[in-house]
Every structure is written in C-alpha cells, then in structure tokens.
C-alpha cells in the first residue's frame, strides 16, 4: 500500500493472513460470486440505451404549430465553438417577422457542448437525446431543416428539465 | 501386431482430433467465463451462445498476413510457435484418461505412450517448452520480444526445480514412474471412506505443484513473459497471423495439459469413488472413469480461470524470491518430511 509516496506495511496480520492461501480462496470466492450476479451489457441493436432528459444528444430546432420557433437571430452561430452552424435569416408574415430561410447543422463539426441551447432565447434549439450518428460522406453530415425539425411534444422531456434546472 | 498398430492409430487421431477441438473451444469458455467474472457477456453472435466464435478468429488469423520483422532470424522465428505447440500437445500422451477398456475383443490401456518413465518424460517435455519462448523473443531482434523471453526462461527455469521436487513426494509414496499406475495407487481408501487421493496424502506437493504449473504455463498469477502493461505482448510482440494463434493455442493447450497432469497426480485420475462396490457392467465402469477425468479437468481448468481474475500480476523480484526463497525450501522439506513418515510406517 502506498500512501504520501512512503511504502506502508501491515504489521498485524494473523497467522492465516500470512499464510496467504487461505486468503487466495477468500478471494476465489469473491470471483465466484461475480459469476451469477447480472450483467451490465447492452446487447445493442436488440436493446439500446434510453437517455435521461440531461443528456446532450444532437442539437436539433423545436417546432410548435408546425413552424419553428427560431427567430434566424445567429446567436447560436455565434457561440459555437466549433463553427458548426450556419443560419440565413428571412422575413416572414407571422407574429414572429423573421425566420431562417437556411438552417444548418455540420454533424461532423458538433461537438456537443450545448453552448448553442444555452444562449438561444427563444428555448428554438435544444439538445435531443440521440446519439445514433452515422454518416458514410462529409454532405451526408449536413443536417439541413429537415433533417433538424422535430416537434415539442418529441422534446416534451427535454424542456421540462430545462424549466426545472435553469 | 496389426491389431495393436490399428490402435495406436486409432487412439492417436482421436487424441489429436480432440484435445485439438478441446483447445479452441477452450478459447471460447475463458472468454465467456471471464466475462461472467466480471459481469460482462462476452461473445454470444456467433453461433449459439457464441460457440463459433473462435473459430471465426481461428479462420480471420489464418487469412491474415504473416508479418516477419526485416531484422529478425527468420528460420527460428518461424520454428519457435511449432516448438511451442508441439510441446504442449506432447506432454498429453502419457496422461492415463481412462482404466483398460475392452475394444476389438482385446485390453486397451486408455492413454497414447504406456511408457515406464511417464513422469520424467512428462517433466522433460515441459522443459523444453521455455525455447519455443525464448526462440520467438530472442529470434525477433526486438527488446521487448527479447526480455520477455529472458524473464520466461529464468521463470521457467525457477518453478521447474520445486516442480520436479513436488512431483518426488508423489513417486515416493507410489513407488513407481509409470502415471497409469500412480492413478491405481490412488484409487483405494483411507480408513475405509477417504479416496486415497495425493491431494490428501501430499498437501503440500500438491499446492507447490499447482503454483509451479501456473508458472510453468505463463497464467496470469505468473504471467510476466507477456505482461502487456511493460512488454506490450512479450515474446509474441513480433508475431502475426498464424503463427501467432499457434503461440495462442499453445498456452490454451498447456493449460489443458498442466490441469491433466494436476488430476492424474493429485485428483486421483479417472478415479470415481464409491462405484467400486455397484457392480457396474466393466464397460459401463470405463466410460464412466473417463467421464469423471473430464469433469476434474474441467473443474481444474475452470480454476486456472478462476484464478486469472483473481490474483494479480507478480513483480519480477516477488516472482523469483516466491520461487527460490519459499517453494524450493518447502519442496524440499515435504520430500524429507515424507522420507521420514514412510521410513517410520
């Protein structure tokens, strides 16, 4: 046992301690054991892991009415770290007055740190709780609006945690 | 004469067929059982339950190709893996698997070599183990490869001497070299209940000759010719493809052979108490004397798994002060100690 870089011995073991067999079949029968306990794994494709709301899957736009709820402001943009997103803004006839007209999300790029949902005023980009990416071309990791639209009653979870925590 | 050569023959495709089956389908059950062991599932794709896995990496390494390093000594390099697995295999042809059973109307002697000396050869083969080792790390010209193999053979070396020690209390109270004959010795009774197996009359032997066997295999306890943490794989570094699944196969087999030769010393062979007495027809008994030797097989290697994930990794300096300071005085004290009994009975 080492402890403040100086070697430290126990002393007082007792005779069976010492004679170091007996504690071999003590721990045999710690491995043992292990063997029916239950197991961890996730046999994948079967059976996949379902995340809690705080996790930070791909950042994706809520859509409310059918129509999303980003104002095209590019604080976002701003923000990223890894300069994976880009927006163009629009007008629009709605309440609203802007939108963007192009909105898009580099996959490869992300790096998921959530910057972009933590500044977003309008709570229009979150944090989504998938996590399968997969990608055979850089174009293919362009996520565009369609890909990123998914409706509030999708993200229900999501932002009640982000009520409830910020 | 033709009679006992059609034997032979037959006994030794079977042996090979299955002790050949036995070890890679060993590599499979010490995958699954280790990751039991450490509540993991481990392969369960291929096949049922994962049975076809191993031999999906048996056929994946003989696709592979054969990288020879440009500095290396290439006839040992490639002689040292077939040293390695032909001493593995060897050793198991003196084990006695099962009592005589009665085959084309004659006695059969269920083991390959009926030979008098069946420990000594047993011993000496296990000796010549540490080149194919030593050969691939020194036939490699790369350090790590090189001190693997060093460590490998001043471990060897070490263990083999309270081996062979623990082995004499064994030959001493059976009188005989012949591995066929120390099973009959064991297969009476103490005191009319006890299996007079040398796991009860020789302790001691019995534990230091375990240790030894762990070392002499390169299992985990003792496993410093290849500890990945310090020689990234040790005498193997260099090897690839087949080559380096025969060294694989080789240390699978060795711990099937180390675990016969621990049963048929120690465990009492294809020894079944208590049926003695039942009145079994004599073919009946033998198969089922030989379906005992697997299970304590089984058992001992089950065990060497066991201890795999239980004991950690030894230092050099630990590994040899256990093996000259501690194992060699016993040894030698248990041979004296069973001198003086049996001088005294």
Redesign the interface.
């Known amino acids: 046992m080492v402890s403040n870089g100086k070697m430290i011995r126990e002393k007082n073991l007792t005779i069976w301690q010492k004679a170091y067999?007996p504690e071999?079949f003590k721990?045999?029968r710690?491995?043992?054991s292990?063997?029916f306990?239950?197991?961890?794994?996730y046999?994948y494709p079967e059976e996949r892991f379902k995340p809690e709301p705080s996790f930070r899957g791909r950042p994706v736009l809520v859509q409310e009415n059918g129509v999303e709820r980003c104002v095209a402001c590019g604080l976002c943009s701003r923000v990223c770290p890894a300069l994976a997103i880009e927006v163009q803004a629009s007008e629009t006839e709605l309440e609203k007055e802007r939108y963007p007209i192009k909105f898009e999300i580099n996959m490869v790029r992300c790096i998921f740190c959530g910057f972009c949902e933590e500044v977003c005023p309008e709570e229009a980009i979150v944090m989504s709780n998938e996590y399968e990416l997969v990608f055979t071309s850089q174009e293919e990791a362009v996520f565009g609006k369609d890909k990123l639209l998914k409706s509030t009653e999708e993200l229900k979870d999501r932002l009640e945690f982000l009520r409830n925590h910020r | 004469m033709d009679n006992v050569f059609l034997i032979s023959v037959i006994k030794f495709v079977t042996y090979v067929a299955v002790v050949l089956l036995a070890v890679i389908i060993l590599g499979w059950v010490e995958r699954r059982i280790s990751a039991f062991m450490q509540n993991r599932l481990g392969p369960n794709r291929v096949g049922p339950q994962g049975v076809l896995q191993i031999f999906v990496d048996v056929i994946k390494l003989l696709l592979k190709e054969d990288i020879v390093p440009k500095n290396a000594y290439k006839p040992i390099h490639d002689l040292a893996p077939i040293i390695s697995i032909a001493v593995a295999l060897s050793t198991f042809a003196v084990i006695p698997i099962g009592n005589t059973i009665e085959l084309f109307g004659s006695q059969v002697k269920l083991m390959i070599a009926d030979v008098n000396v069946g420990i000594l050869y047993m011993l000496s083969i296990t000796s010549l183990g540490v080149y194919g080792v030593t050969l691939a790390g020194w036939s490699s010209n790369s350090k790590y490869s090189l001190l693997g193999g060093l460590r490998s053979s001043a471990q060897m070396i070490s263990y083999e001497l309270s081996m062979g020690l623990s082995v004499i209390g064994v030959l001493m109270i059976s009188g005989t070299l012949r591995l066929d004959q120390i099973v009959l010795h064991q297969a009476r009774y103490l005191g009319g209940w006890l299996p007079a197996w040398n796991i009860f009359l020789q302790p001691v032997a019995c534990i230091t000759f375990v240790v030894a066997a762990f070392a002499e295999t390169n299992r985990l306890p003792f496993d410093l010719p290849e500890a990945e943490p310090e020689l990234v794989g040790g005498y193997h570094t260099e090897y690839s493809g087949l080559k380096w699944g025969l060294f694989m196969l080789a240390e699978y087999a060795n711990v099937i052979t180390a675990s016969a030769v621990i049963t048929t010393l120690f465990l009492g062979g294809w020894h079944l108490p208590y049926v003695e007495g039942l009145g079994l027809p004599a073919f009946t008994l033998s198969i089922l004397q030989v379906l005992t030797f697997c299970v304590k097989l089984l058992l001992v290697i089950l065990f060497f798994m066991l201890v795999r994930w239980t004991i950690p990794r030894f230092r050099y300096d630990q590994l040899m002060r256990l093996g000259w300071k501690v194992m060699l005085p016993l040894t030698i004290a248990n041979v004296l100690v069973t001198g003086l009994v049996l001088l005294v009975i």
Do not use: H
């Open positions: 067999i071999i721990g045999l710690l491995t043992i292990q063997i306990k239950p197991t961890f794994t046999s």
